[in-house]
């Protein structure tokens, strides 16, 4: 059964940091990986989607990389923003059958 | 496109009530998600569709729980009787294709008293 982790679950950080969200996962044999925005008692934003096939995928001053032998994807956010404050969760959609197993989240605090 | 659109966006009740939850898919996309999140387990994947037909109710906790795919652009999720631990947010996703992008809706906040 794939498990998805997130660690920390909270993350603080002053404004301009650049900085790495992690998440790993038990079950290497993965289809893609995804990873979504959540702002309080909103629904889930999509950031990037990895093939298993690609090393990373770009969009503006996020990129997320995906290393499937060792079971892990980061997503890397630059410069970051009071405005990037959210959580942060990443899914795994093992086999092409559309079915993502979800991380617990890192909720991020970017201060300004 | 107007996105994923679920209804109500809010919805209290009492314990032993039944609950309609309301999804419509983004146009064009052939899979439909629903999906609960809880400050305990995060978010579980119910049950999902593929062209209206369901392919995968191994999520849904108990036969309480039942969902339909009528047609095309419209599901419904439906609670019967409610219980006071089926209070969670619940979300809609669908997606072009399989293994494809998911896009959510802004999901269903149920409370049951």
């Known amino acids: 059964k794939q498990e998805v982790t997130q660690i920390p679950a909270a993350l603080s950080v002053p404004e301009g940091e650049n900085l790495v969200l992690n998440c790993s996962f038990t079950d290497s044999a993965i289809y893609n990986l995804q990873w979504f925005r959540q702002d309080p008692g909103k629904g889930l934003t999509s950031l990037l989607l990895i093939q298993s096939s690609q090393r990373e995928q770009t969009s503006g001053r996020l990129n997320a990389s995906l290393d499937k032998s060792s079971g892990r994807s980061t997503l890397y956010i630059a410069a970051s923003q009071p405005g990037d404050s959210a959580t942060y969760l990443c899914?795994?959609?093992?086999?092409?059958?559309?079915?993502?197993?979800f991380g617990k989240g890192i909720t991020l605090s970017v201060r300004p | 496109d107007a996105g994923v659109i679920q209804s109500p966006r809010h919805e209290v009740t009492e314990m032993g009530q039944e609950v309609t939850l309301r999804c419509k898919p983004i146009?064009?996309?052939?899979?439909l998600f629903w999906y609960r999140q809880t400050m305990m387990r995060g978010l579980e994947l119910l049950i999902y569709?593929?062209?209206?037909?369901?392919?995968?109710d191994s999520g849904m906790p108990e036969d309480r729980f039942s969902a339909k795919m009528p047609n095309a652009s419209f599901s419904t999720l439906k609670i019967q009787p409610s219980e006071p631990r089926d209070s969670a947010v619940y979300f809609c996703?669908?997606?072009?294709?399989?293994?494809?992008?998911?896009?959510f809706g802004p999901g269903t906040r149920l409370t049951v008293l």
């Open positions: 569709f593929n062209n209206n037909v369901p392919i995968d």
């Open positions: 996703a669908s997606s072009f294709s399989a293994g494809n992008e998911q896009f």
């Open positions: 146009s064009g996309h052939d899979y």
């Open positions: 899914a795994v959609n093992t086999g092409a059958n559309s079915k993502l197993t």
